[in-house]
């Protein structure tokens, strides 16, 4: 699938615009749109951990995740995300984006999050996630309200918002 980039106007209003709930997750289609942006993020030539609908041209909220919290790290899709209460610990870690291709900057974020979202199979899931799996999950809502991690950095700068690395 063609991955929308920052340097595309047509594609920036895709990444800017925010994105719809899914109304039936149980719906062959996101099974389809998932399995197609598996490929994408998978892809060699641009390997990532997580990917957004917005990122392949659709603005729905969905999303893909690595876990990399279990033990053969598969990838989740995760399906009208809630993000229900973030942790005081902070950590700040480099990023990088399929739709930002060569550009990576710190960005600071909650360690640990609780969320609640839908899989394929229609089930709400509430969990708490921490670490990387957290941040992936973070920067994949992100694209799903329009923000990009490059405006977190950059605001995060502007504020001379700084934790080191844990």
Request: net charge positive; proline share 6%; charged share 25%.
């Amino acid at each position: 699938m063609h991955v929308t980039q920052v340097t595309s106007e047509a594609d920036l209003r895709i990444l800017r615009a925010g994105s719809l709930p899914v109304k039936n997750p149980r719906a062959k289609i996101w099974d389809a749109l998932t399995d197609r942006m598996l490929v994408t993020v998978q892809h060699p030539d641009h390997k990532g951990v997580g990917i957004a609908a917005p990122q392949v041209g659709i603005n729905r909220q969905l999303f893909l995740m690595q876990r990399f919290d279990r033990p053969d790290r598969p990838f989740e899709t995760v399906i009208n995300p809630v993000i229900l209460a973030v942790s005081d610990s902070l950590h700040s870690r480099n990023e990088g984006c399929l739709s930002i291709p060569g550009i990576r900057d710190t960005v600071v974020r909650p360690w640990a999050i609780t969320v609640r979202y839908e899989n394929l199979k229609g089930e709400v899931i509430q969990e708490t996630i921490q670490d990387f799996t957290a941040r992936i999950f973070q920067h994949e809502y992100d694209h799903l309200i329009g923000v990009l991690f490059t405006d977190k950095s950059n605001q995060q700068k502007q504020n001379n918002l700084f934790t080191p690395k844990l």
